[in-house]
């Protein structure tokens, strides 16, 4: 089992997206475009409805465990697209 905080997402992603947002957000949306629908569902609901673990969990008839790590792994998924991304524009 993994334990996921919120802060280690947080720099996860500061870390990818570094100081230049802008720059990233196409690569972003390209990414999230890539992802498979259950992937993108836990996107939505705990980074753009704000929803906590425990409640993404219950939609999905999930512990709040198995969320947190499926949380972790889409954004590892998230994170090779736009490195690779990134990476191939250069």
Known sequence: MVSVEESN????????LEDDLEKFRPFLI??????????LEIVEMRFFE???????????NITESNAKV???RVLERLKKIILNQTNGSH
Do not use: G, H
């Open 9 to 16: 997402l947080s720099s996860m992603f500061e870390e990818v």
């Open 30 to 39: 390209s990414a999230l475009d890539a992802l498979k629908e259950a992937d």
């Open 50 to 60: 704000q929803r906590p673990f425990k409640e993404i969990a219950e939609v999905l």
């Open 70 to 72: 499926r949380t972790y």
